[in-house]
Every structure is written in structure tokens, then in C-alpha cells.
């Protein structure tokens, strides 16, 4: 049993599509390169370098999990898109004790909605392109939106990322 398995473990390295602790089945003797454009904020809403923040995330987060080289354009694999929808909703509401003051919301909810067209030079079948979401709730009677607001977009696009990372190399 034990021969069988050191046998197979020996022969993986040889296989053409490489798969990796984090879960790529990128084929690196066809696929090297990857290019991210720069995304647009669409959505009317966020911070006014959120756009950036999102293409720099998108581009280190592929650079730490893949063998891929960042180029500039035309990458074998390349990502495109924009930023879609950045909304503010309220999720909850607390009564309060007093008939003369309004109910008010106690949980608010920040959606980012991205955009995101992937082409696959080396396989057209894995192209894809649809909007990727996320969202984080925070709580307005202790804080208000501009406090937490770097945290949640950060976190939401931690999410957002490794929604568009299984859907496009990980092939899940």
C-alpha cells in the first residue's frame, strides 16, 4: 500500500495541470502571464480610491496564490470590469421606548457589488463574466459609517476576491 502511494505521489509532479495547496489547477506550462485592468467605480457611491484598492487587491491576491507573472495587458489570463453597486441598507430596526421618537435602524448593511469579465486566452470554455457581491452588517448606534467603513470594503473584498479566485482558476 505503502509502495502504491510513494509510486503515485512521484508521478503528480509530471502531470501538466499543477494543482497547489490553494487550490489552482492552472496548467503553467500553457498559462504564465495574467493582466488586470484598471476597474471603475460605477456604482456612484464609496470611497474616491476604491476602484484602485480593489484592482491593487485583485492583483496581489493572484500574485500570492499563483506561479502567474503580473503584466501589464493581453496576460494569458486577464480580468476587466467595474464596481457596480456600493449600497447602505438598513437590516434591522429598534423600537424605541418613546411613542414621540422614530424607530431607527440597529443594523446596517454594506453591499459591494463588482462587475468582473475573466478571458482565459489558453481556454476560451472558462471564460466568464458576472457580478461578484458581498456585504458586511455594523451597528449605527455605536458607530457610524465613516468610521468603518475602510475595515468593511476591506473585508468585503477579501470575500469578493476569493469569490472571483474558485470561479475562474480554481474551477470548484
Known amino acids: 500500500m505503502s509502495l502504491c502511494f510513494f509510486v503515485a505521489v512521484m508521478l503528480l509532479p509530471s502531470c501538466a495541470v499543477n494543482y497547489s495547496f490553494t487550490g489552482t489547477n492552472i496548467n503553467y506550462e500553457l498559462t504564465k502571464t495574467f493582466s488586470v485592468e484598471n476597474f471603475f467605480n460605477d456604482s456612484g457611491g464609496g470611497p474616491a480610491n476604491m476602484e484602485q484598492r480593489f484592482t491593487e487587491a485583485l492583483k496581489e491576491f493572484y500574485q500570492r496564490n499563483t506561479n502567474l507573472e503580473l503584466i501589464r495587458t493581453n496576460g494569458d489570463l486577464q480580468f476587466s470590469g467595474a464596481i457596480k453597486q456600493y449600497a447602505i441598507t438598513p437590516q434591522a430596526t429598534v423600537s424605541t421606548t418613546d411613542p ?3 424607530d431607527r435602524a440597529g443594523q446596517m448593511r454594506l453591499t459591494i457589488g463588482i462587475e468582473v469579465e475573466y478571458i ?3 481556454n476560451e470554455e472558462e ?7 458581498f ?4 451597528d449605527p448606534r455605536n458607530t457610524s459609517i465613516l468610521q ?4 468593511l470594503i476591506q473585508e468585503i473584498f477579501e470575500n469578493i476576491i476569493q469569490d472571483i479566485f474558485t470561479a475562474t482558476v480554481a474551477n470548484w
Open 100 to 102: 414621540n421618537l422614530p
Open 120 to 122: 482565459n486566452t489558453v
Open 135 to 138: 456585504w458586511k452588517d455594523y
Open 148 to 151: 468603518v467603513e475602510n475595515v
Open 127 to 133: 471564460n466568464v463574466k458576472r457580478t461578484f457581491s
